[in-house]
């Protein structure tokens, strides 16, 4: 669903590369020397925001997979249990039903919240990381300009 980790550890080095000051890119990456503040602190505000929305999608996938591991759990529940309810047991039919008005809902919840939700989170974030890819990787920053640029970087909240 999301762009490769490994992808995204190399371009987080290769732009760590250039903010140390070295610039270690291939040199069919490299391109004219960048010395820009605006664009420079455009791609260090995008880089941030690109790790604040990773740290959030791995929230969001933790809670999204703990969500699906509960539902398949009722409902695995709910199929074990289907033959030894004793249908003369008015108890055991309403504990039933309760367990299957219970995984309904779960599996919905999930189905008709969750995935839509964490799903266009997961498109959000990709988008983000595409523009990020698009504008800033392979740039070659000015190494004295991007740390001036740091010390006063703000970025806008997104």
Not at 103 to 131: C, G, I, K, M
Request: hydrophobic letters at 45%; glycine letters at 4%; proline letters at 3%.
């Amino acid at each position: 669903m999301d762009i490769g980790k490994t992808a995204f550890a190399r371009r987080r080095w290769m732009l760590a590369a250039l903010v140390v000051g070295g610039f270690a890119l291939p040199a069919e990456a490299q391109q004219s020397l960048v010395s820009s503040p605006d664009v420079i602190r455009a791609c260090l505000c995008q880089q941030q925001s690109v790790s604040r929305m990773a740290s959030e999608l791995a929230a969001r996938r933790q809670t999204y997979e703990e969500r699906k591991r509960q539902a398949d759990a009722l409902a695995a529940e709910a199929a074990s249990r289907k033959s030894q309810v004793d249908i003369n047991d008015p108890a055991a039919i309403a504990a039933y039903s309760d367990l299957l008005g219970r995984r309904d809902a779960a599996l919905h919840a999930l189905a008709d919240e969750l995935t839509p939700q964490y799903s266009a989170f997961v498109a959000s974030y990709n988008q983000r990381v595409a523009q990020y890819n698009q504008q800033c990787v392979g740039q070659s920053f000015d190494a004295a300009v991007m740390n001036q640029v740091k010390q006063n970087l703000v970025c806008p909240q997104q």
